[in-house]
Every structure is written in structure tokens, then in C-alpha cells.
């Protein structure tokens, strides 16, 4: 598959992740109406926000600049083969 080139995709593609999120994050909180769960909703959310900007933000920029990560399989592939 090539990379996506076109800025309106890019963008039509964001918007697809938002409204996927927030879907998914109304129907959750539909099945279990608690503060609990939004809570650990939240959390989980940031959590996994946090560890995307250090895979491909931290590692690239301050770790290992000389490598660039592709994607997720890209990065573990290339800390295995680092060790």
C-alpha cells in the first residue's frame, strides 16, 4: 500500500478516527453509565496518546534520530534487531 499523499484524505481520515472515538466512547459509556468508567475511559485514552508521542516522537527526535519509524511493527522491529 503507498502513503496517502492527499491533504483533504488526510484530513477526511482524522475526522474518521474522531468520530470513530467518540462513537465508540458514547456507546461504552451507554452500556455502563458511570463516573468510573468515563473516568478510566479518560485515562486510558491519554495513557495510550502519551505512549504514541514517545514512540514516534521521543524515540525519533531523541533516542535514535537516525532511524524512521514507519509504523508500530516498524519501531518493534527495530528495537528486537537494535538488542
Given at each position: 500500500?503507498?502513503?496517502?499523499?492527499?491533504?483533504?484524505?488526510?484530513?477526511?481520515?482524522?475526522i474518521?478516527?474522531?468520530?470513530?472515538?467518540?462513537?465508540?466512547?458514547?456507546?461504552l459509556?451507554?452500556?455502563?453509565?458511570?463516573?468510573?468508567?468515563?473516568?478510566?475511559?479518560?485515562?486510558?485514552?491519554?495513557?495510550?496518546?502519551?505512549?504514541?508521542?514517545?514512540?514516534?516522537?521521543?524515540?525519533?527526535?531523541?533516542?535514535?534520530?537516525?532511524?524512521?519509524?514507519?509504523?508500530?511493527?516498524?519501531?518493534?522491529?527495530?528495537?528486537?534487531?537494535?538488542?
Open positions: 500500500m503507498r502513503d496517502l499523499q492527499s491533504h483533504r484524505w488526510m484530513w477526511v481520515k482524522a474518521l478516527f474522531v468520530v470513530i472515538g467518540c462513537f465508540s466512547s458514547a456507546l459509556l451507554m452500556e455502563l453509565p458511570e463516573w468510573r468508567v468515563l473516568l478510566l475511559l479518560l485515562l486510558a485514552i491519554w495513557a495510550f496518546c502519551r505512549a504514541y508521542y514517545f514512540a514516534f516522537y521521543v524515540l525519533e527526535k531523541y533516542i535514535d534520530p537516525s532511524f524512521r519509524f514507519s509504523g508500530l511493527t516498524s519501531l518493534l522491529r527495530h528495537l528486537v534487531d537494535k538488542r
